[in-house]
Nanobody
Framework: QVQLVESGGGLVQAGGSLRLSCAASGIIFSINTVNWYRQAPGKQRELVASIFVGRSTDYADSVKGRFTISRDNAKNTVYLQMNSLKPEDTAIYYC???????????WGQGTQVTVSS
């Protein structure tokens, strides 16, 4: 059974930082692409950052230079370091991966990030 568990969200003032974690069981992150998505109230879910098998990364333009995605293979955990946070970063952040074997998508339960101005 695959489980993705996010943590690290919270309330922070604009300009502050948070680090989100996504711990996996039942699937190996190092052989699958892992993504962070976010969904703000009344908006569609958007892709924020991705880390690929070879550790290359990609970011949405809105977070480039502020967010960093990384992976700890030993802990089977992916992180999202968020710096210089803005009120428009307020959203529920979700961890996602797709199994290379089955093609099935897996999602975490989400963690709330709220940035006050």
């Amino acid at each position: 059974q695959v489980q993705l568990v996010e943590s690290g969200g919270g309330l922070v003032q604009a300009g502050g930082s948070l680090r989100l974690s996504c711990a996996a069981s039942g699937i190996i992150f190092s052989i699958n692409t892992v993504n962070w998505y976010r969904q703000a109230p009344g908006k569609q879910r958007e892709l924020v950052a991705s880390i690929f098998v070879g550790r290359s990364t990609d970011y949405a333009d809105s977070v480039k230079g502020r967010f960093t995605i990384s992976r700890d293979n030993a802990k089977n955990t992916v992180y999202l370091q968020m710096n210089s946070l803005k009120p428009e970063d307020t959203a529920i952040y979700y961890c996602n991966t797709r199994s290379r074997g089955s093609g099935q998508d897996y999602w975490g339960q989400g963690t709330q990030v709220t940035v006050s101005s």
